[in-house]
């Protein structure tokens, strides 16, 4: 049994999804993850396939140096219109999380009411290699992999709204603090 970095509560219907030493880009995961975090689990797969096509795209708030502007990432709005389509990452993480809804649904869980509650991309050890330089050195050539989880929660049902006839502030009628007091103070003797 893996750790994750959120345990939710045994009560609430969930199911988990995680990948350790993921040989792709830390820093595109990261901003994979964070943008799906709190989709639909049906919508953030929508959206995951269309950055493999091209018609949607992802956008960077954190490592945003030497990133390009797109005019696409205006609809997301990105800061500074940065975006990428980061395909290998993006194929991962799509991984993930069609993993984590079949573990929903093996579970009974209703996969149109799964949402991401949680998703978290960690750094992995780097992978460690060598490139030749000039004058006989040599530089380090290393890759940064990622750890990521996915946890999906079921949405709950929504509550009704209470009808406007009873309670005081059901009403829409405001009750200041000095009227509340007023109502709490009790008059003693007569007058």
């Known amino acids: 049994m ?13 199911s988990k999804s995680r990948g350790s030493h993921l040989r792709v880009h830390f820093k595109h995961c990261r901003e994979i993850v964070h943008h799906i975090q709190g989709m639909p689990a049906s919508k953030a797969s929508k959206f995951l396939e ?8 992802v956008p960077f708030t954190k490592y945003t140096g030497g990133i390009g502007r797109k005019a696409m990432a205006k609809q997301c709005n990105a800061p500074g219109d940065k975006g990428r389509w980061p395909v290998k990452a993006t194929a991962v993480v799509r991984d993930l999380l069609s993993n984590a809804v079949a573990n929903g649904e093996s579970k009974g869980l209703d996969s149109d009411k799964l949402f991401i509650s949680h998703a978290q991309c960690n750094r992995a050890p780097p992978g460690r290699r060598r490139t030749y330089r000039a004058h006989g050195r040599i530089g380090k050539y290393a890759s940064q992999p990622a750890h ?5 929660t079921e949405k709950k049902e929504d509550v009704e709204k209470a009808s406007d006839d009873e309670g005081e502030g059901a009403r829409g009628k405001k009750i200041t603090r ?3 007091a007023k109502k709490r103070f009790v008059k003693v003797g007569g007058a």
């Open 2 to 14: 893996t750790r994750y970095s959120v345990e939710p509560d045994a009560d609430v219907p969930h």
């Open 50 to 57: 269309d950055v493999l096509e091209r018609k949607a795209i």
């Open 148 to 152: 990521i989880e996915i946890i999906l």
């Open 178 to 180: 000095k009227m509340a």
